[in-house]
């Protein structure tokens, strides 16, 4: 069956960096666009980026914009998001979401249990 699992979360300074990962499992990785959303205490979910099956393509909101990279590796069936820049407000649980197909914004029809990012001084 699916299964995405996440890590990479935990506490880091206003300015830091964290680096999320997410394994996949269940499916063929290299045919799905990924995604990782976030939900902060008290507000609804929000999407933050999302990258082609093949990694040619890569979306972010505009709130994480130049601060935040999405990648994969294919061959590990990983994708990952690159936190640099982080602000108190990127304090949320992120979740890595399975697209329905090739190219974001085609849905998405799994989650992970999510990992919780704290930014704090």
């Known amino acids: 069956q699916v299964q995405l699992v996440e890590s990479g979360g935990g506490l880091a300074q206003p300015g830091g960096s964290l680096r999320l990962s997410c394994a996949a499992s269940?499916?063929?990785?290299?045919?799905?666009?990924m995604s990782w959303a976030r939900q902060a205490p008290g507000k609804g979910l929000e999407w933050v980026s999302g990258i082609y099956s093949d990694g040619s393509d890569t979306y972010y909101a505009d709130s994480v914009k130049g601060r935040f990279t999405i990648s994969r590796d294919n061959a590990k069936n990983t994708v990952y998001l690159q936190m640099n820049s982080l602000k108190p407000e990127d304090t949320a649980l992120y979740y890595c979401?399975?697209?329905?197909?090739?190219?974001?914004?085609?849905?998405?029809?799994?989650w992970g249990q999510g990992t919780q990012v704290t930014v704090s001084s």
């Open positions: 269940g499916f063929t990785f290299s045919s799905y666009a």
């Open positions: 979401a399975k697209g329905e197909g090739l190219r974001v914004g085609e849905g998405y029809d799994y």
